[in-house]
C-alpha cells in the first residue's frame, strides 16, 4: 500500500506570509501514462474537502493563483504564497496511481 | 449546479447493518466514477471504495472489505453503501464523492474528486 507523510502537522501563519506543506510518498505517483497521480485538498472547519490541486501543479477551477503546487516522482509540495484568513483549515494531500490513499493531513492555523 | 447528498447515516449497534445513499444532480451520473471517504471524529480522510461508472467494477480499502458494499442505480442518479458487521471504528462522517476526468488519450486529465457531497455521520455504539 501506497503511504502519503505530510509535514509538518500543523503550522500557524502570519497573514501576507507564505506557507509551505510537504507530501512525501513510498512509492513514485508517475504512471506509465506519463501523468503524476498527485491531488491536493483542503478542509474548512465545518464543512467537506474541497479539492484545490490536481495532477500535481494544476490548480482546479476557481482556486486562487496564490496556491500552487510541485514535485515530482515522490515528493511533492503545496505552496501558499500569502495566506489570508480564509486558508485556515486541513490540508490533504491524495494518490490515485493505487487505489486512493491520503496523507495525514496538515492543520494551517492564522496567526 | 452540481450536487451530491448523503443519507442514511445515525446510530447503530455494533455488527448491525446499515445502508448510506448518495443522490446526485446538476451533471450526467451515469458517466462518473465514484467514490465513498469517510472521516472518523478529529481524524484524516479515509478511502473506503469507488465504483465504475457503469457499476461493473468496484474496489474497496481492506479495512471494510467483506463487509461492505457498493452499488448503484443510474436509473435513479444514485449511489448506495451497504454496510454490514459494523465496529466502533467504523464510526465516522461518509462521504460521497465523484471522480472526474476531461479528454481521452494523451490529452486526459485527472481531476481526482472533485465533487464531494457534505457527509452523513455514522455512529456505531452500543
Known amino acids: 500500500d501506497i503511504v502519503l507523510t505530510q509535514t509538518p502537522l500543523s503550522l500557524s501563519v502570519t497573514p501576507g506570509q507564505p506557507a509551505s506543506i510537504s507530501c512525501k510518498s513510498s512509492q513514485s505517483l508517475l504512471h506509465r501514462d506519463g501523468k503524476t497521480h498527485l491531488y491536493w485538498y483542503m478542509q474548512k472547519p465545518g464543512q467537506s474537502p474541497q479539492l484545490l490541486i490536481h495532477?500535481?501543479?494544476n490548480r482546479f477551477s476557481g482556486v486562487p493563483d496564490r496556491f500552487s503546487g510541485s514535485g515530482s516522482g515522490t515528493d511533492f509540495t503545496l505552496k501558499i504564497s500569502r495566506v489570508e484568513a480564509a486558508d485556515a483549515g486541513i490540508y490533504f494531500c491524495?494518490?490515485?496511481?493505487?487505489?486512493?490513499?491520503f496523507g495525514q493531513g496538515t492543520k494551517v492555523e492564522i496567526k | 449546479q452540481v450536487k451530491l447528498v448523503e443519507s442514511g447515516g445515525g446510530v447503530v449497534q455494533p455488527e448491525r447493518s446499515l445502508r448510506l445513499s448518495c443522490a446526485a444532480s446538476?451533471?450526467?451520473?451515469?458517466?462518473?466514477?465514484l467514490h465513498w471517504v469517510r472521516q472518523a471524529p478529529d481524524k484524516g480522510l479515509e478511502w473506503v471504495a469507488i465504483?465504475?461508472?457503469?457499476?461493473?467494477?468496484?474496489y474497496y480499502a481492506d479495512a471494510v472489505k467483506g463487509r461492505f458494499t457498493l452499488s448503484r442505480d443510474n436509473s435513479r442518479d444514485t449511489l448506495y453503501l451497504q454496510m454490514h458487521s459494523l465496529r466502533a471504528e467504523d464510526t465516522a462522517i461518509y462521504y460521497c464523492t465523484r471522480e472526474s476526468t476531461s479528454g481521452s488519450g494523451s490529452n486526459v486529465v485527472y481531476y481526482g474528486m472533485d465533487v464531494w457531497g457534505q457527509g452523513t455521520t455514522v455512529t456505531v455504539s452500543s
Open positions: 495532477e500535481v501543479s
Open positions: 465504483i465504475s461508472y457503469d457499476g461493473s467494477i468496484k
Open positions: 446538476g451533471f450526467t451520473f451515469s458517466k462518473y466514477a
Open positions: 491524495m494518490q490515485s496511481i493505487q487505489l486512493r490513499t
